[in-house]
């Protein structure tokens, strides 16, 4: 794992230099202002469970009060214990769904319920977030068998889990009943693109590109910020489908994308990726019975014999030195890059959280020129 862990950061490193200048279609690298995805959810029952559910008294008073709206008049002792559960259930609206689609719904559970393997929703309502639309607006119906990835064996004294049976998925079990309003314009008629990694870069290139695709049509694009362009229509009050015609039109332009110097580090997971540019300032640490050396030195750069020009010049030269205990120290080719220093440490065995700790103390010291980010 850790052989692999190595290898992939590598890899990211060595490969991101021909990213850098990739070109890419405008489409892939942004997404349409006011044409977002909306969450609703709510709070159901779930039935049928083998023991699996909530214990609270409180669960079974709930199904109680669902009962008794249904004509049936029970108490919460004829309620078996375990056979239900009270769950939050939430469900995905793409942009432009229209009523009677079907969409998939998750569903887990809120209480001490251990599984929800073999259980149905019952019916439950589902509403939009307040702000996004009309509150407390109905949108979607909910219910359905339940699907569950994980699974949960054992006795009250032991018990195996794998995956997350407290979490499943009934697939196709909402409808739709109202669609959130959805339109490729805002308010003043003009079309935002907003970009999935803002760059001055790659916002320069994707209006100037997009610009040259629209020549002689008198519609233009122009920079908002470096997350954001926008693209204003010739015709004063433009419509859906003139939205929709445009973009087919420049959805392939290629744009050529920018990314900062940065780091990103999961620390739960143990994984570093660098992107290209990431530079080390000379430097020296230890890691345990480790010590690196990052070491900047000016050499003499000759020309080549024969009829050669060129003149004698002094050019700066970094290099990595590693050394362990009772070991002489080892120079090892390069310059001075996160892809160096990585492929230097692999051969050391460091463990991942090592690894983190090198690359949060050159941060905090100011020896790694990039952002460090933590997932």
């Not at 009934?170 to 490729?184: D, F």
């Not at 204003?232 to 859906?240: G, Q």
């Not at 030195?297 to 020009?309: A, L, M, N, T, W």
């Not at 220093?341 to 790694?368: C, D, E, H």
Request: net charge positive; aromatic share 4%; hydrophobic share 40%.
């Amino acid at each position: 794992m850790r052989r692999y862990l190595l290898f992939s950061i590598a890899w990211t490193a060595a490969t991101a230099a021909a990213q850098a200048s990739l070109h890419v279609k405008l489409i892939d690298i942004v997404k349409i202002q006011g044409a977002d995805a909306h969450t609703i959810f709510g709070m159901g029952l779930v039935t049928g469970l083998k023991g699996t559910g909530d214990s609270s008294k409180a669960v079974r008073e709930q199904v109680v009060n669902f009962m008794r709206r249904m004509g049936y008049n029970r108490t919460a002792s004829d309620i078996a214990t375990g056979s239900v559960a009270m769950v939050m259930v939430k469900a995905t609206v793409p942009p432009f769904a229209k009523p009677g689609n079907k969409l998939d719904v998750t569903v887990s559970t809120i209480n001490d319920a251990s599984s929800l393997h073999g259980g149905i929703l019952e019916l439950t309502l589902l509403r939009a977030a307040s702000g996004l639309h009309a509150a407390g607006e109905v949108h979607g119906m909910a219910s359905g068998r339940i699907f569950v990835g994980g699974a949960s064996y054992g006795t009250a004294k032991a018990s195996v889990t794998r995956n997350h049976p407290t979490v499943g998925t009934v697939i196709g079990g909402c409808r739709l009943t109202t669609a959130p309003k959805t339109s490729y314009l805002n308010d003043a008629g003009h079309l935002e693109l907003r970009l999935l990694n803002p760059s001055t870069m790659t916002v320069t290139s994707a209006v100037d590109s997009v610009n040259q695709r629209l020549a002689g049509s008198g519609a233009r694009a122009e920079i908002v910020d470096e997350s954001m362009l926008r693209i204003r229509f010739a015709k004063k009050d433009p419509t859906h489908d003139d939205a929709v015609r445009l973009l087919s039109h420049i959805h392939d332009v290629p744009v050529a994308t920018g990314q900062r110097a940065k780091v990103l580090i999961d620390e739960s997971t143990g994984i570093i990726l660098a992107g290209q540019g990431v530079q080390i300032s000379p430097c020296a640490f230890a890691v345990g019975d480790v010590h690196i050396s990052i070491i900047s030195q000016q050499e003499v750069s000759q020309p080549g014999p024969g009829f050669s020009r060129g003149t004698t010049e002094k050019v700066n030269r970094t290099r990595v030195e590693v050394t362990a205990q009772n070991s002489a120290p080892q120079a090892i080719k390069g310059g001075a890059t996160v892809e160096e220093l990585v492929r230097n440490l692999a051969a050391l065995n460091l463990t991942p959280l090592q690894l983190i700790a090198v690359f949060q103390k050159l941060r905090s010291g100011g020896y790694l020129h990039a952002e460090l980010e933590y997932k």
